[in-house]
Nanobody, 119 residues
């Protein structure tokens, strides 16, 4: 089992910045990739960014050039630096960890942290 605790959300004006953190504990040796997803009111949860065990990153087109995902292995924490925020970035942000073979494939989710961008 993997436990994830997300933090760092808040209210920011358009054009501002926030950094989200996701602290992992438990069977983190089984994690193959970590990422961030978000869900706006009335919409489905959508992919934001991911970073693999090997360090490969990927981003949704809507955040490329503005958001950066990174990790600190010593702190067992993944970060999402969000710059040039827009009102359409307003959502609950969830961190995700995915385990893969040779371990059982599973998805783990943090509790979500609210990001509100005012215009």
């Amino acid at each position: 089992q993997v436990q994830l605790v997300a933090s760092g959300g808040g209210v920011v004006q358009s054009g501002g910045s926030l950094r989200l953190s996701c602290a992992a504990s438990g069977s983190i040796f089984s994690i193959n990739a970590c990422g961030w997803y978000r869900q706006a009111p009335g919409k489905e949860r959508e992919f934001v960014a991911t970073i693999t065990r090997g360090g490969t990153t990927d981003y949704a087109d809507s955040v490329k050039g503005r958001f950066t995902i990174s990790r600190d292995n010593a702190k067992k924490t993944v970060y999402l630096q969000m710059n040039s925020l827009k009102p359409e970035d307003t959502a609950v942000y969830y961190c995700n960890a995915r385990s893969a073979p040779p371990f059982p494939t599973s998805d783990y989710w943090g509790q979500g942290t609210q990001v509100t961008v005012s215009s």
